[in-house]
Antibody, heavy 121, light 108 residues
Framework: EVQLVESGGGLVKPGGSLRLSCAASEFTFSDYGMTWVRQAPGKGLQWVSSISSTSGFVFYADSVKGRFTVSRDNAKNSLYLQMNSLNAEDTGVYYC??????????????WGQGTQVTVSS | SYVLTQPPSVSVAPGQTARVTCGGNKIGAKSVHWYQQKPGQAPLLVVSDDSDRPSRFPERFSGSNSGNTATLTISRVEAGDEADYYCQVWDSGSDHHVFGTGTKVTVL
């Protein structure tokens, strides 16, 4: 069964940094793009960033561009999200998901269980 | 940026049909995907590419998309269908993925 397991979340002070990881298993990781989606407490889903299978294409939401960096290590079947200059609005559960689709569209399946990020002094 | 609008809530009696709408400018020209999220759980893909359904979900779940509205239809609703549902598209104009505002489906 395809599995994604996030880690690296925690409590960080405003202005601080955190690096999230997502370990993938039971599929050929290097064949797929990957995505990060977050969810603030009691709120809806918000796309954060996506990366193509070979890291040739990366995309960011406007709210995180310049502060967050997505990367991957296909040899380690792992996806990463380096988060800098964190603020309270970055608080939430961060999910990694596999990107599926065509040249016209992309959807996400499956999703990991999520890792909690809390930005507070 | 592209905006997807969903009703905050939909209530339906067991055995009836629930329709969750997702409104967006000319959304019929895009491919729409739907996710189900139950409390404390990660989202699950319900429908991809407007109307393709993964085997994990029964035929009671279906999708359609035309004009300015996409719709997720849940027929013969069961208590276990109670969840939040989100639509999602890829906006090629901005190279951004966009999620709808989410709809809480309540089974009466």
């Amino acid at each position: 069964e395809v599995q994604l397991v996030e880690s690296g979340g925690g409590l960080v002070k405003p202005g601080g940094s955190l690096r999230l990881s997502c370990a993938a298993s039971e599929f050929t990781f290097s064949d797929y793009g990957m995505t990060w989606v977050r969810q603030a407490p009691g709120k809806g889903l918000q796309w954060v960033s996506s990366i193509s299978s070979t890291s040739g294409f990366v995309f960011y939401a406007d709210s995180v561009k310049g502060r967050f960096t997505v990367s991957r290590d296909n040899a380690k079947n792992s996806l990463y999200l380096q988060m800098n200059s964190l603020n309270a609005e970055d608080t939430g559960v961060y999910y990694c998901a596999r990107s599926l689709g065509t040249v016209k569209t992309v959807w996400f399946d499956p999703w990991g269980q999520g890792t909690q990020v809390t930005v507070s002094s | 940026s592209y905006v997807l609008t969903q009703p905050p809530s939909v209530s339906v009696a067991p055995g009836q049909t629930a329709r969750v709408t997702c409104g967006g400018n000319k959304i019929g020209a895009k491919s729409v995907h739907w996710y189900q999220q139950k409390p404390g759980q990660a989202p699950l893909l319900v429908v991809s590419d407007d109307s393709d359904r993964p085997s994990r979900f029964p035929e009671r779940f279906s999708g359609s998309n035309s004009g300015n509205t996409a719709t997720l239809t849940i027929s013969r609703v069961e208590a276990g269908d109670e969840a939040d549902y989100y639509c999602q598209v890829w906006d090629s104009g901005s190279d951004h993925h966009v999620f709808g505002t989410g709809t809480k489906v309540t089974v009466l």
